[in-house]
Antibody, heavy 121, light 113 residues
Framework: QVQLVESGGGVVEPGTSLRLSCAAS????????MHWVRQAPGKGLEWVAVISSVGTETYYADSEKGRFTISRDNSKNTLYLQMNSLRAEDTAIYYC??????????????WGQGTLVTVSS | DIVMTQSPDSLAVSLGERATINCKSS????????????LAWYQQKPGQPPKLLLYWASTRESGVPVRFSGSGSGTDFTLTISSLQAEDVAVYYCQQYYSSPLTFGQGTRLEIK
């Protein structure tokens, strides 16, 4: 069965960096685009970034452009999100989610349980 | 960016009754090239990640009960739960994938009356 397991969250100070990981199993990881979606405490869902199945194309929400980098290692079945210059407003649960297609910019058919990132001094 | 607006923000319905949630997009999400509406619906229960219910506005994801249905086209969409069950208590979100950035509605909280 499809499994997505995020890790790497924690409490960090403003201005610092953090790298999230998402380990995928139960499907052929290299044939699906993958996304990061976040949810601030008690708030709604916000799309963060997407990467195509082979990693050649990436797209970001405007608020993250230049600070966040999505990447993947298909040999390790792992998705990453490098987050730099973190701000208090980046505090959220970060979910990795599978796109049902190899391209990008679709809906999300499987979600991980999420990893909490708290940015606070 | 396409803005997605859901109504109402919260809804209380009796068990066995129909629940209806609306979603309006700021511009069309209908692609004439394939006659598809690029609209999905998700259910999120407390402490859980979202779960895909419907895509292409009305196609039910595998395993989703038939009481969940979607309708609408262009800019106006509806999620209907035909006979509310206790396990349907959740927050429901619509999402457009017509254009980047992908955007969600603000969510509708569904409770039992």
């Amino acid at each position: 069965q499809v499994q997505l397991v995020e890790s790497g969250g924690g409490v960090v100070e403003p201005g610092t960096s953090l790298r999230l990981s998402c380990a995928a199993s139960g499907f052929t990881f290299s044939t699906y685009a993958m996304h990061w979606v976040r949810q601030a405490p008690g708030k709604g869902l916000e799309w963060v970034a997407v990467i195509s199945s082979v990693g050649t194309e990436t797209y970001y929400a405007d608020s993250e452009k230049g600070r966040f980098t999505i990447s993947r290692d298909n040999s390790k079945n792992t998705l990453y999100l490098q987050m730099n210059s973190l701000r208090a407003e980046d505090t959220a649960i970060y979910y990795c989610a599978r796109d049902p297609y190899p391209g990008y910019g679709d809906y999300f058919d499987y979600w991980g349980q999420g990893t909490l990132v708290t940015v606070s001094s | 960016d396409i803005v997605m607006t859901q109504s109402p923000d919260s809804l209380a319905v009796s068990l066995g009754e129909r629940a209806t949630i609306n979603c309006k997009s700021s511009q069309t999400v209908f692609h004439s090239s394939n006659s598809k509406n690029y609209l999905a619906w998700y259910q999120q229960k407390p402490g859980q990640p979202p779960k895909l219910l419907l895509y292409w506005a009305s196609t039910r994801e595998s395993g989703v009960p038939v009481r969940f249905s979607g309708s609408g086209s262009g800019t106006d969409f509806t999620l209907t739960i035909s006979s509310l069950q206790a396990e349907d208590v959740a927050v429901y979100y619509c999402q457009q994938y017509y254009s980047s950035p992908l955007t969600f509605g603000q969510g509708t909280r569904l409770e039992i009356k």
